[in-house]
């Protein structure tokens, strides 16, 4: 009795059983007159129907083989139900809470919302804060819409900041034998940033 293995090109040896003890699972298993590949309840059939053909046959001892693999994939089958049916369960019974659940909240729900109704309507109206005949809500607001949606486009662009211009160093008094040399020399030219 083995599980049939998956020949996939990406099983990159992940050796997992598939899926627990499934019903539909398919097993592949070697009996005395060879393999048998099905689902637990094929794989039954298929050794009793052989156990059938062994007591035609007057084959006691084969009987006895076929009957012992049906059996044992009976009791596979059996766990197989067991699980679902415990795993069936479990959901019915998460399903009931949730249900219990909703239904809490909305009986909730329906309370407050009944409590705010009678909230409403014990608070006297304060005629101030009543809707007044003949006054518009908003009429600066209202003067100042032109139905129209703000978009950036439409806001004028910040200003730029403008930077203060450089200021030129004043050359320092020189000593007075240096000062008529310095005049029959050109002044230099600034030099030009390259940054």
């Known amino acids: 009795m083995r599980p049939?293995?998956?020949?996939?090109?990406?099983?990159?040896?992940?050796?997992r059983q598939p899926g627990g003890n499934n019903q539909n699972r398919v097993f592949d298993s070697s009996g005395p007159e060879g393999k048998v590949r099905g689902t637990p309840q094929q794989i039954i059939?298929?050794?009793?129907?052989?156990?059938?053909?062994?007591?035609?046959?007057n084959d006691r001892v084969a009987v006895e083989n076929f009957q012992q693999h049906a059996e044992h994939y009976t009791r596979i089958l059996a766990e197989a139900q067991r699980e679902a049916e415990a795993?069936?369960?479990?959901?019915?019974?998460?399903?009931r809470e949730r249900q219990q659940k909703r239904?809490?909240?909305r009986l909730e729900r329906q309370q407050r919302a009944e409590r705010q109704q009678e909230q409403q309507k014990t608070v006297p109206m304060d005629p101030a804060s009543a809707p007044?005949?003949?006054m518009d809500a908003d009429p600066v607001a209202e003067a100042t819409d032109h139905g129209l949606v703000d978009t950036p486009e439409s806001k004028p662009a910040p200003r730029k900041r403008v930077r203060k211009p450089r200021v030129k160093k004043e050359p320092q008094a020189k000593p007075a034998a240096e000062q008529?040399?310095?005049?029959a020399e050109p002044s230099p030219q600034p030099e030009a940033d390259t940054a």
């Open 4 to 15: 049939s293995k998956s020949r996939s090109r990406n099983n990159k040896n992940r050796n």
């Open 45 to 57: 059939d298929k050794y009793n129907q052989l156990a059938r053909d062994a007591v035609l046959a």
């Open 87 to 95: 795993k069936r369960e479990q959901q019915e019974e998460l399903n």
């Open 103 to 105: 239904e809490a909240e």
């Open 132 to 134: 007044q005949p003949g």
């Open 180 to 183: 008529p040399a310095a005049q």
